[in-house]
């Protein structure tokens, strides 16, 4: 297990894994320009999946069920953007259109106030991860179609970058799901808690009144 591990890790390119941060944070910075003017085109897309989250942070689901409901989402949309690699020049617009989008409803959802600290969270400290490793084995394979030399890639098999996937980007995402379930039920707990408070302040002032 330690070796396959090891394997896993030495498939990502340190080059190629910085490079994909700075994609990410290229369209994360661009992102609240592109809120700010109202850009409909671009916009459409993660302020869908913000009504959708905002949805779901209020729906009294089973823990199992909230967690493997994040998990699949989470694994799908990093699944693509690995298999993006066979398509030339996709995995780069991906890891900019991914800092977009979460940029996009970073800011949406936080009304613009601590932006960038709150890529910081719990949540994020394994999903960002997870989502760079992606982005770089999906460029490392996309680098060997274009037939690019910069990187000095060795390996040519799509296989290897899978097990690599699986070994790394898995297990983060599955802590990740953890944190963001326990987080969600957790706010849903004091939302209900406040509720039930201002309820019984409610009723107590009735009472008085009359």
């Known amino acids: 297990m330690i070796a396959a591990i090891q394997h896993a890790l030495a498939m990502i390119n340190l080059r190629i894994f910085l490079f994909s941060i700075l994609l990410f944070f290229v369209g994360y910075t661009l992102a609240p320009f592109v809120y700010y003017r109202r850009f409909k085109l671009l916009l459409a897309y993660p302020l869908w999946v913000a009504r959708k989250l905002d949805d779901i942070a209020h729906k009294n689901w089973r823990p199992l069920v909230l967690f493997a409901f994040i998990f699949t989402m989470n694994l799908l949309s990093l699944f693509v953007d690995l298999i993006s690699g066979y398509v030339p020049a996709l995995p780069f617009v991906f890891a900019v259109w991914t800092g977009l989008n979460i940029g996009v409803v970073t800011y949406h959802t936080l009304e613009g ?66 944190i963001e379930t326990f987080a969600i039920r957790l706010a849903n707990k004091v939302e209900e808690e406040q509720r039930e408070a201002e309820s019984k302040e409610d009723k107590d002032n009735d009472q008085k009144e009359d």
């Not at 709150?118 to 680098?143: D, G, K, Q, R, T």
């Not at 097990?163 to 953890?178: D, E, R």
Request: glycine fraction near 2%; aromatic fraction near 16%; include cysteine.
């Open 113 to 178: 106030k601590f932006y960038y600290i709150s890529l910081l969270n719990p949540v994020a400290i394994f999903e960002l991860p997870a989502a760079f490793v992606a982005f770089s084995l999906a460029i490392e394979f996309n680098c060997h179609l274009l037939n690019c030399t910069v990187f000095n890639q060795s390996v040519s098999a799509f296989q290897p970058f899978l097990q690599s996937f699986a070994i790394i980007v898995i297990p983060l995402l599955v802590i990740a799901g953890i």
